[in-house]
């Protein structure tokens, strides 16, 4: 073996060496494995299924999207044809009983109001989605506040905070 | 034709060879009708009355309507 | 050669002299239940999904989208073949439709739609002749699994049980006019017809 090579393997050893010291696999856990051992197998969640009670949920903002409360799948939206249009269409939502679709979705993005749904708006899914049915524990949790409470936190502040005289 | 009818001398009295001989065309005639001509006459049959409702389809419309 | 077809003709139009009547009764009979049975399984052969998809325009078109759907794969694994919803079960019109084949065997050997861009232009006439035969027949292959007066309503979602308890029951609709694209992905409805 040349020196150079004796060397190059010597470094990668030392590196390497060090490497598996300092994260052991019972130390630190892996993001992606969660807690299960190198030596055992995850056992995933079962594949959930979309709720589809048709009951509508309350925004958690004014303007957000509402979400879907029923089951979209393979559900067509492309350039030949869009299932969700053939119940929540103007035209249609009178037969199918069906949320129309808002008045939003009828502008272009330089203002201008269109005859039909505007083509930026034409992909639902982009913005309104299922929800899962699963445990509220399981899902992804966030901080999000509603902004009724903000504005109570900060009343409740305001009024105890003395006033100046 | 009764036989009385035949005259005599119409009448050709058959050899063995000719016996042997219509037995053999018998059986291929037994043999060409049922394994060759009988199925392809009903094949032909149904195809062609298949092909005569898929006409009066083509006119009438589809069925149901 | 005229004496021969003469001499076969004289053995066909005259009584048998060597077979019995018994002979050519049973074996004619016996013959005739051999050919319907052979003529059954090959009818049903063409009735198969390989038979269907054996044309890459099939194969390679509509199977592929009917891979993704309910029809194809689900839960309890009770599924539909092509032949289930395109080919009648009524005697007459399943000869008719494998009549009516032969246009697509004149469209196989002259690549009507042999390629992906031939077939997506001439979707639309395909699948409205397809939903008007369905339309007809008061979507009968559908019905030929799917019964309505056996259908639990309570088991169905809100929007299925509201759309069938009130078109479905009285008859204003039949099952395509809403399932269209059920089976298939819809085509380019842009210059479809309402009929």
Request: hydrophobic share 35%; proline share 5%.
């Amino acid at each position: 073996m040349t020196a150079i090579l004796r060397r190059t393997i010597a470094v990668s050893l030392v590196l390497f060496g060090t490497a598996a010291a300092a994260a052991g696999p019972t130390e630190g856990h892996d993001p992606l494995r969660g807690r299960t051992a190198v030596d055992d197998m995850t056992r995933p969640p079962s594949i959930p299924t979309a709720e589809n009670r048709d009951l509508k949920r309350t925004r958690s903002y004014a303007m957000q999207p509402p979400t879907i409360p029923h089951s979209i799948e393979n559900y067509q939206i492309d350039r030949f044809a869009n299932r969700c249009l053939m119940c929540h269409a103007r035209a249609r939502a009178g037969e199918t009983q069906a949320t129309p679709i808002s008045i939003t979705h009828y502008t272009d993005r330089d203002g201008n109001f269109l005859a039909d749904v505007a083509p930026r708006r034409y992909f639902c899914d982009t913005c309104h989605v299922v929800q899962m049915d699963i445990k509220p524990e399981v899902a992804v949790q966030n901080t999000f506040e509603d902004v009724d409470s903000v504005v109570r936190r900060s009343q409740a502040r305001a009024k105890a905070v003395p006033k100046k005289k | 034709m009764k036989e009385a009818d035949i005259a005599a001398t119409d009448r050709v009295p058959e050899t063995p060879a000719d016996s042997s001989l219509r037995r053999t065309e018998e059986f291929r005639t037994w043999f060409f009708l049922t394994i060759v001509m009988a199925p392809v006459l009903a094949v032909l049959t149904v195809a062609g009355f298949g092909f005569v409702v898929w006409m009066y389809q083509l006119v009438a419309g589809p069925p149901g309507s | 050669m005229r004496d021969l077809l003469k001499r076969y003709w004289r053995t066909l139009s005259t009584p048998s002299k060597f077979y019995s009547l018994g002979f050519l009764v049973v074996s004619g009979f016996i013959g005739g239940i051999l050919f319907w049975g052979g003529f059954n399984t090959a009818m049903e052969l063409t009735n198969t999904e390989q038979f269907c998809t054996g044309c890459h325009e099939m194969r390679e078109n509509v199977y592929q989208e009917l891979q993704a759907t309910i029809h194809f794969t689900n839960r309890s694994g009770v599924r539909a073949k092509c032949s289930d919803c395109h080919v009648p079960k009524d005697w007459t019109h399943k000869m008719a439709r494998k009549m009516q084949a032969s246009k697509e065997v004149w469209g196989k050997i002259f690549g009507s739609i042999d390629t992906r861009e031939k077939f997506l232009e001439k979707r639309i006439e395909l699948a409205q002749r397809e939903w008007a035969r369905l339309k007809a027949n008061d979507s009968l292959e559908c019905r030929n699994c799917h019964d309505f007066n056996s259908m639990d309503l309570t088991r169905q979602g809100k929007r299925a049980a509201d759309a069938h308890s009130t078109a479905l029951e009285q008859r204003t609709k039949t099952c395509i006019d809403c399932h269209k694209g059920i089976a298939h992905r819809l085509p380019d409805m842009t210059h479809a017809e309402l009929r």
